[in-house]
């Protein structure tokens, strides 16, 4: 598989795959002082069409093989010219659970080559369909929640029409168990939309519905020119207020915004030198 690459100010790269089929997919290396991360995509697209992705923009093509899921990972390390085999995290182009068998597949090889189940991450709108199958991965989940009410999480990601939250959280409570680790919860903050006062108190108010072990990862959205979104400026303030009331709360830094390798941003148009 081909390949082209571009290296942000803060040292992400950010790689776009060709396919055997001209198929575009991205995956992102996210250099940190105590780790690396891989960011892995598991679908050519992505049906979800959740409103603040840029992804989303581009439709459903295909899902990809086990096969390409692995390579795109292989051809990082060897390209980094990594000794540690770094963590991964599907929060690439798609949605994982819509492609659990060769997902499910990609994780037993990267589990046989050394990986530990604990350093991977699916991340998930929520396919409840598929909550079983990935509960079986053995590996850790993040739930892109990214609203604390039904109506207002059905506007930003239409597939959350099929579910409530509600529901979500039962089958999280699942998951989350069996494993015997804390739920992430992703929530994109987007200015206006989901981070005032009373969008945190609701938040609460769920998460505390549902009462098991959380982390709460507020990510800052990262404007593209596929939606009319604004960042927040009120990440810190929803960071404390979860804190105060008693979660366990992070923020997470973008990294790679200037070659849109950040969150939400990947839709496989780089256009650098190919090297094979």
Same mark, same amino acid.
Request: aromatic share 10%; proline share 2%.
């Given at each position: 598989m081909e390949y082209t690459k571009q290296i942000a100010a803060d040292q992400t790269v950010k790689y776009l795959f060709f396919?055997?089929? #001209?198929s575009r997919i991205e995956a992102v290396f996210i250099p940190q002082?105590?780790? *690396?991360?891989?960011? /892995?995509?598991? *679908?050519v697209g992505c049906a979800l069409k959740c409103s603040f992705c840029a992804t989303g923009a581009l439709g459903f093509k295909r899902n990809l093989t086990h096969e390409e899921i692995i390579l795109q990972y292989d051809l990082i390390v060897q390209d980094q010219g990594l000794k540690e085999l770094p963590n991964i995290v599907f929060m690439g182009m798609g949605e994982p659970l819509l492609n659990m068998q060769e997902v499910s597949k990609a994780i037993t090889y990267f589990h046989k080559k050394g990986l530990a189940k604990k350093k991977m991450t699916l991340s998930t709108v929520g396919i409840l369909h598929a909550f079983e199958a990935a509960s079986k991965t053995g590996v850790? /989940? &993040?739930?892109?929640l990214h609203a604390p009410t039904d109506d207002l999480r059905r506007k930003l990601i239409p597939l959350a029409q099929q579910s409530?939250?509600?529901?979500?959280? *039962?089958?999280?409570?699942? !998951?989350?168990?069996?494993?015997? #680790?804390? /739920?992430?919860?992703?929530?994109?903050?987007?200015k206006g939309v989901n981070d005032q006062e009373e969008h945190m108190d609701q938040l609460i108010h769920v998460l505390r519905k549902h009462p098991f072990p959380y982390v709460i990862n507020f990510i800052p959205y990262n404007p593209h020119a596929f939606a009319h979104f604004l960042r927040s400026e009120r990440a810190q303030f929803c960071k404390e207020y979860l804190l105060r &009331?008693? !979660?366990?709360? !992070? /923020?997470?830094?973008p990294r790679g915004e200037d070659i849109s390798a950040a969150c939400g941003m990947l839709v496989g148009t780089s256009q650098l030198h190919i090297l094979s």
């Open positions: 396919t055997s089929d #001209k002082k105590r780790t *690396q991360v891989i960011c /892995l995509s598991s *679908q850790n /989940l &993040a739930l892109s409530t939250i509600d529901e979500l959280f *039962q089958a999280c409570s699942v !998951f989350s168990f069996r494993k015997h #680790k804390p /739920l992430m919860i992703e929530y994109v903050l987007i &009331a008693g !979660f366990k709360t !992070f /923020l997470r830094e």
